[in-house]
Nanobody
Framework: QVQLVESGGGLVQAGGSLRLSCAAS????????MGWFRQAPGKEREFVAA????????YYTDSVKGRFTTSRDNAKNTVYLQMNSLKPEDTAVYYC????????????????????WGQGTQVTVSS
């Protein structure tokens, strides 16, 4: 079992920045690739970003490329999502999720492949 707790959400003006954190506890953090997803009201959950267990690879959805950066600190069992140049359309609840890397290919954008999820943190960007 892995427990994930997100923090760092809030209200920010368009053009501003936020850094989300996701702290993991339980099984070894390096067993997991980590993903970020978001869900806006009335919309389906969508992939935002992901990072492999070793930080060798990162992935982003097109709408956040160049604005968001994901990173991890395995010594602190924490993954981060730095969000810059925020737009009102970034408003959503943001979730981190853990994918067991020993299952093989990492389908980083597929929410159903993730094994554990955090409770989410609200990000609101005002225009």
């Amino acid at each position: 079992q892995v427990q994930l707790v997100e923090s760092g959400g809030g209200l920010v003006q368009a053009g501003g920045s936020l850094r989300l954190s996701c702290a993991a506890s339980g099984r070894s953090f390096t067993n997991y690739n980590m993903g970020w997803f978001r869900q806006a009201p009335g919309k389906e959950r969508e992939f935002v970003a992901a990072i492999t267990w070793s930080s060798d690879n990162t992935y982003y959805t097109d709408s956040v490329k160049g604005r968001f950066t994901t990173s991890r600190d395995n010594a602190k069992n924490t993954v981060y999502l730095q969000m810059n140049s925020l737009k009102p359309e970034d408003t959503a609840v943001y979730y981190c999720a853990a994918d067991d890397r020993y299952r093989g290919l990492y389908f980083y954008a597929a929410a159903r492949r993730y094994d554990y999820w955090g409770q989410g943190t609200q990000v609101t960007v005002s225009s």
